[in-house]
């Protein structure tokens, strides 16, 4: 071989080499995709998803988990919403440049590498025993809502970034305040990207196990929750119990439940890629 | 032909961004319902200028303001005034058409939505007023709740002219608000500017140097953020009296 | 109006502000629950005992075990994700045509969406029993399967920070090697990753972060056996693991094993906050050198 016939054949096994690790992750996904499939489809019926938990696998549901997550979703989503958007305007609008919101960045992006499990230990200490909240709903919403919090805000800064200074302009040459402009412009053509962030940061948050395990949220709990003061488990932590156990059937259980996680945050995630596409496609500046 | 009384004035004007000397101990005198032209080279200080009639700098960091802009004797960079009231009352046209992404309704109306003005009847009233007077309202009657980014580049500019009037503005300053059209929309928005200063005082600032000529009744140049001569527009073509004048003017610079 | 709009900076201030409340609340629980530990455990034994025993009868507190189990898992991912992961960088950069870029992007955006108790028990029950089949002395809870699983979870971190770095190459460079008569592999290794290093390097580093402060996959797959060991095929313990382990059983709160957490969790804390502050520092000295 000359020289460059050996150039060229690095080249092409490169190439080679490229697809292959591009799609031996996904690849790996299906595989287990289908496994669990197999294992947990069968598995699920109406039962299932209307059970309460029992010691005996096959009688047991995820009935109390996905009420819990639903809760957890709903009470995390009104707190960490609006105090992420209106944190992310701040730092956008108003506080650049100032040397509190150079360290306001930096501190963001920490919290944002701060592991979840910390924020666990977090909500243990603070809402758990400070205010008094135990392992009730309210800690488990604040908690993730606080987790959500960096992931949102990064979210809406980059989605406001993106609407030209020409909007204001105009705005502000017509009378608007900054305010005003911010609320009837700014905010409006930045919703798509706003809404995205909102989404992905909900689907980050339903997967969450571990800081709920920390701070006191409860594997078996008898009944759903009907207030944000009572006990709960959620999908991720009825999972993480099923798998521990050593009976098979309560293996299957752990699929069956898996398959329904995976649903909600493909469905979460397939939204917000929806609204990233569409909403880029619509606005063209 | 009896003078004018005068609308805006500068006296001894400078500006600054950061260290930035950007417009030097300007003073000017605009005349009401006139057209007045800014020209000069690129950086000269003509958007500057302009900027500074309606306080549009205010949200640089680092620019300021020294000296006096009276808009009918009053001071605008005065403590008392508010910008919101003055931007009523000064409206602005910008370089590219810049509608808000929202219906043509939407658009025209938002600055008289901000002021509180929530009445139906009054707001398509006042709609359709402006965009008559941009000759834009038989081209889009029947558009209003579409979104204005589906117009021409040419309506947009009218639309985004039409919504600086509905406030009812007594100034209207335009920053080459035709760079970016084609000469058919180019000519229809001269039209509209030669018929508007009947209500209104306006002061555009323009590459072209053909345009000047065509719309505007004063000129003004600017050099090296200099105010370099002010004449009535047929004089400053035909005889200017500095050097620089005539040498941008026949285009050998600029 | 003008009142309003006072009152409207102040809270958006105040939401601003409250990030970092959570940032002191963090520091504030961590500090003060471990100083109590540490007023019964010393520093020194905590730093160099070989044993961690908390929950036993006879007490060893040396975090070593912990965090070799920690740092194993997480060598484990990264040699799995870094190969992979920067191979895709630079095939999608260099050799994909860009609407295939387009599409594959978001499909392994997937891989990191996926909730990690998932990929636990695909570990435990996929992966292991897997493996099992030509390791036989392979254990049923083990870091290299927990490790490997944690590392195809972290690929389109590395793959798609990396590929935003090799996309920030200046194009004259790119067309400089291609002008030379470089094949795209000499151009990809010779001229991009070099000038890219930094951007790879934060990427690399985000992902050991990230791969340190995993818990549920480690928790479900890799064993709750503290060990100082680097044999891939036993059992360990990660610090993550110890917390979780901790908080599902029924230590009373107060006493000295309940603190053991937070002075596992300001250990961990430590490790991803330095490593978070290099990524910063590095990717800020990269942007002065580019501007």
């Known amino acids: 071989m000359t020289n460059s016939e050996l150039n060229r054949f690095k080249d092409k096994a490169f190439q080679g080499f490229g697809i292959f690790c591009t799609f031996i992750g996904l690849i790996v996904l299906a595989i287990f995709l289908i496994n669990i499939l197999i294992d947990g489809l069968g598995r699920i019926d109406w039962e299932f998803l209307n059970n309460l938990p029992s010691r005996r696998a096959h009688r047991a549901g995820i009935y109390t988990a996905w009420i819990g997550t639903l809760w957890i979703l709903v009470l995390s989503s009104v707190v960490a919403f609006p105090l992420g958007i209106a944190a992310g305007v701040y730092l956008e609008e108003y506080g650049k440049k100032s040397r509190i919101a150079n360290?306001?960045?930096?501190?963001?992006?920490?919290?944002?590498?701060?592991?979840?499990?910390?924020?666990?230990?977090?909500?243990?200490?603070?809402?758990?025993?400070?205010?008094?909240?135990?392992?009730?709903?309210?800690?488990?919403?604040?908690?993730?809502?606080?987790?959500?919090?960096?992931?949102?805000?990064?979210?809406?800064?980059?989605?406001?970034?993106?609407?030209?200074?020409?909007?204001?302009?105009?705005?502000?040459?017509?009378?608007?305040?900054?305010?005003?402009?911010?609320?009837?412009?700014?905010?409006?053509?930045?919703?798509?990207?706003?809404?995205?962030?909102?989404?992905?940061?909900?689907?980050?948050?339903?997967?969450?196990?571990?800081?709920?395990?920390?701070?006191?949220?409860?594997?078996?709990?008898?009944?759903?929750?009907?207030?944000?003061?009572?006990?709960?488990?959620?999908?991720?932590?009825?999972?993480?119990?099923?798998?521990?156990?050593?009976?098979?059937?309560?293996?299957t259980n752990a699929a069956a439940a898996i398959i329904i996680l995976l649903l909600i945050t493909f469905i979460l995630n397939g939204i917000a890629v929806y609204l990233r596409n569409k909403w880029q496609k619509k606005v063209k500046w | 032909?009896?003078?004018?009384?005068?609308?805006?004035?500068?006296?001894?004007?400078?500006?600054?961004?950061?260290?930035?000397?950007?417009?030097?101990?300007?003073?000017?005198?605009?005349?009401?319902?006139?057209?007045?032209?800014?020209?000069?080279p690129s950086g000269c200080g003509?958007?500057?200028?302009?900027?500074?009639?309606?306080?549009?700098?205010?949200?640089?960091?680092?620019?300021?303001?020294?000296?006096?802009?009276?808009?009918?004797?009053?001071?605008?960079?005065?403590?008392?005034?508010?910008?919101?009231?003055?931007?009523?009352?000064?409206?602005?046209?910008?370089?590219?058409?810049?509608?808000?992404?929202?219906?043509?309704?939407?658009?025209?109306?938002?600055?008289?939505?901000?002021?509180?003005?929530?009445?139906?009847?009054?707001?398509?009233?006042?709609?359709e007023s402006s965009l008559r007077k941009t000759a834009l309202w038989e081209e889009v009657k029947d558009k209003m709740d579409k979104s204005a980014l589906a117009l021409s580049g040419g309506q947009q500019q009218r639309l985004c002219i039409a919504r600086a009037l509905a406030i009812s503005p007594s100034v209207v300053l335009m920053d080459e608000p035709t760079s970016a059209l084609d000469p058919i929309s180019t000519a229809k928005i001269e039209e509209l500017i030669y018929e508007l200063k009947n209500d209104y005082t306006i002061v555009i600032v323009t590459h072209n140097m053909q345009q000047a000529g065509r719309v505007s009744d004063q000129t003004a140049f600017f050099y090296m953020g200099e105010l370099v001569e002010y004449a009535k527009t047929k004089t400053m073509f035909t005889s200017p009296k500095h050097e620089r004048t005539q040498n941008y003017i026949t285009g050998r610079f600029g | 109006m003008r009142v309003q709009e006072r009152i409207i900076e102040g809270l958006l201030w105040l939401s601003a502000v409250i990030?970092?409340?959570?940032?002191?609340?963090?520091?504030?629980?961590?500090?003060?629950?471990?100083?109590?530990?540490?007023?019964?455990?010393?520093?020194?034994?905590?730093?160099?005992?070989?044993?961690?025993?908390?929950?036993?009868?006879?007490?060893?507190?040396?975090?070593?075990?912990?965090?070799?189990?920690?740092?194993?898992?997480?060598?484990?991912?990264?040699?799995?994700?870094?190969?992979?992961?920067?191979?895709?960088?630079?095939?999608?950069?260099?050799?994909?045509?860009?609407?295939?870029?387009?599409?594959?992007?978001?499909?392994?955006?997937?891989?990191?969406?996926?909730?990690?108790?998932?990929?636990?028990?695909?570990?435990?029950?996929?992966?292991?029993?897997?493996?099992?089949?030509?390791?036989?002395?392979?254990?049923?809870?083990?870091?290299?399967?927990?490790?490997?699983?944690?590392?195809?979870?972290?690929?389109?971190?590395?793959?798609?920070?990396?590929?935003?770095?090799?996309?920030a190459v200046p194009k004259s460079l790119r067309e400089g090697a291609y002008g030379m008569g470089a094949t795209r592999f000499q151009t990809a290794f010779g001229v991009l990753v070099p000038a890219a290093s930094s951007g790879i390097l934060v990427s690399i580093i985000l992902a050991i972060s990230r791969a340190v402060g995993e818990t549920m996959i480690v928790a479900i797959a890799a064993g709750q056996q503290p060990r100082l060991t680097a044999n891939p095929l036993v059992p360990v313990e990660t610090i993550t693991t110890y917390i979780v382990q901790v908080s599902l059983g029924d230590v009373p709160h107060g006493s000295l094993e309940y603190r053991t957490i937070f002075a596992a969790g300001i250990t961990l804390f430590i490790f991803t906050f330095a490593l978070n502050n290099l990524s910063f520092w590095i990717r800020k000295k990269y942007q002065e050198k580019y501007d």
């Open chain 3, 19 to 167: 990030t970092i409340f959570v940032t002191v609340g963090i520091i504030w629980v961590l500090l003060s629950e471990s100083l109590t530990f540490f007023s019964e455990v010393s520093v020194l034994d905590f730093l160099t005992d070989k044993q961690w025993t908390p929950l036993f009868a006879e007490k060893h507190f040396g975090i070593l075990p912990l965090v070799a189990g920690t740092l194993l898992t997480t060598a484990i991912a990264i040699s799995v994700a870094l190969p992979i992961g920067l191979t895709i960088a630079i095939y999608l950069n260099t050799y994909a045509p860009a609407g295939f870029r387009a599409t594959i992007k978001p499909m392994l955006e997937i891989l990191a969406s996926i909730p990690t108790v998932v990929y636990g028990f695909f570990a435990l029950t996929v992966v292991t029993p897997f493996l099992q089949t030509f390791i036989p002395n392979l254990a049923g809870f083990n870091s290299l399967s927990a490790g490997i699983v944690m590392g195809i979870m972290i690929i389109p971190m590395i793959s798609s920070l990396s590929e935003d770095a090799i996309s």
């Open chain 1, 103 to 251: 360290f306001l960045e930096v501190n963001i992006s920490n919290l944002a590498g701060v592991p979840s499990i910390i924020y666990g230990l977090l909500g243990l200490e603070i809402f758990g025993r400070v205010f008094g909240l135990g392992g009730s709903l309210l800690t488990g919403a604040l908690t993730l809502a606080l987790l959500m919090l960096p992931i949102i805000i990064v979210t809406t800064r980059e989605a406001i970034k993106a609407v030209p200074r020409s909007i204001r302009d105009a705005s502000f040459a017509l009378g608007a305040s900054k305010w005003q402009t911010i609320w009837f412009q700014v905010l409006p053509a930045s919703f798509g990207g706003i809404l995205t962030g909102v989404i992905l940061a909900l689907s980050r948050a339903v997967g969450e196990a571990a800081p709920l395990i920390v701070i006191g949220a409860l594997a078996y709990v008898p009944f759903a929750p009907t207030s944000p003061l009572d006990e709960f488990t959620v999908l991720p932590i009825q999972i993480f119990n099923w798998i521990s156990r050593p009976q098979a059937a309560f293996a």
């Open chain 2, 1 to 40: 032909m009896s003078k004018k009384p005068y609308k805006l004035e500068a006296r001894n004007l400078n500006a600054y961004y950061g260290g930035f000397h950007a417009l030097k101990d300007i003073n000017i005198a605009m005349e009401e319902k006139a057209v007045t032209a800014f020209i000069g």
């Open chain 2, 46 to 127: 003509k958007s500057t200028f302009l900027r500074t009639l309606n306080r549009m700098n205010d949200y640089i960091d680092g620019f300021r303001v020294e000296g006096d802009i009276l808009l009918d004797g009053r001071d605008i960079y005065n403590k008392d005034i508010r910008v919101d009231e003055l931007r009523k009352e000064v409206g602005m046209v910008f370089q590219k058409p810049n509608p808000f992404p929202k219906t043509v309704f939407e658009n025209v109306v938002y600055g008289l939505k901000i002021q509180g003005i929530k009445d139906k009847k009054v707001l398509a009233e006042a709609a």
